[in-house]
């Protein structure tokens, strides 16, 4: 089971989740959500 978190400088909130089983067949399960704050001031 993996978790990462990443952050981006324009306020985008990634995250990933990911937990691989392995058994006599591989069972793959992904989670991805998607956060996004749009908080962008430019001029």
Do not use: R
Not at 29 to 40: H, L, S, T, Y
């Amino acid at each position: 089971a993996s978790l990462d978190v990443v952050v981006n400088s324009c306020m985008n909130a990634s995250i990933n989740v990911g937990i691989n089983v392995d058994m006599i067949s591989d069972i793959n399960i992904g989670v991805v959500a998607n956060i996004n704050i749009g908080v962008e001031n430019e001029g």
